[in-house]
């Protein structure tokens, strides 16, 4: 087994990595899933994750999928499908790579690394659902599964009791319906660079502003600015709300 992935890595000790993980990943589709396209381009094209994080998105979301499915009989299918999402999301995913360390080891540009790259939610668990495809490719299904469900138990467990929270934006759009008030609509505006953009996402219900969130994507500011807005609209009494 190789004991470093490339130069340019922050960690080379990938027997560590290896060892959290569980499951043997052969060298050079290691090095791959660790590959972001920063590096790739400056390093004059090489293949990046990107078809390993397609593939591990997919095994990723079957396994997901299916735990939930036989662990929660009486759950309905909406509900499920927000608890899913939750444990798969960007930030959950992001979790899970800071548990790891994944960051230390992937090989990034120079651009990411000097803007933090190494702790972006994004670069994160793209990497991870990398990890997952290269993991499925050298093991099969069944021992991918069972680093899976060890590496995302404690998110499902989570996901479990989030209620409102596995998804603000329908939260909030059930609690409108509920109080018979116009459906939200979000404005959302980005600043700073492509590599390091941040996004500021203001909800409005009518015409008023409800609440307000900011992220370095545009889901993570609406779905800040819709749990803002759930709470304030959950905190005042139904006949408060035409004149907030």
């Not at 299918?77 to 360390?101: W, Y």
């Not at 090989?107 to 290269?134: C, M, P, Q, Y």
């Not at 219900?205 to 370095?216: H, I, S």
């Amino acid at each position: 087994m190789a004991k470093k992935v490339a130069a340019g890595a922050a960690r080379q000790d990938v027997e560590t990595l290896l060892e959290q993980l569980g499951l043997h990943i052969d060298p050079e589709l290691l090095v791959l899933a660790l590959t972001h396209r920063s590096f790739a381009h400056e390093a004059g094209g090489i293949p990046t994750n990107e078809r390993l994080e397609f593939l591990g998105d997919t095994v990723l979301g079957l396994v997901v999928t299916e735990r939930l499915y036989r662990g929660h009989a009486d759950t309905a299918e909406g509900d499920l499908a927000r608890m899913r999402a939750a444990t798969v999301s960007q930030r959950a995913l992001a979790t899970v790579a800071r548990d790891l360390g994944l960051g230390d080891y992937v090989l990034l540009g120079r651009g990411e690394l000097v803007t933090g790259g190494r702790d972006k939610d994004s670069i994160l668990s793209d990497t991870v659902e990398a990890i997952i495809g290269a993991a499925y490719l050298c093991n099969g299904l069944e021992p991918t599964r069972a680093m899976i469900e060890r590496l995302v138990a404690r998110l499902m467990d989570q996901a479990a009791s989030l209620g409102a929270g596995l998804d603000w934006k329908t939260s909030l759009q059930e609690l409108v319906a509920e109080r018979s008030l116009p459906a939200p609509s979000y404005e959302v505006t980005g600043t700073g660079p492509d590599h390091a953009r941040t996004f500021h996402a203001t909800v409005l219900v009518g015409e008023q502003a409800y609440g307000e969130g900011t992220g370095p994507a545009k889901k993570i500011a609406e779905q800040q600015a819709a749990e803002a807005a759930y709470q304030r609209l959950l905190a005042q009494a139904p006949s408060d709300e035409s004149g907030a």
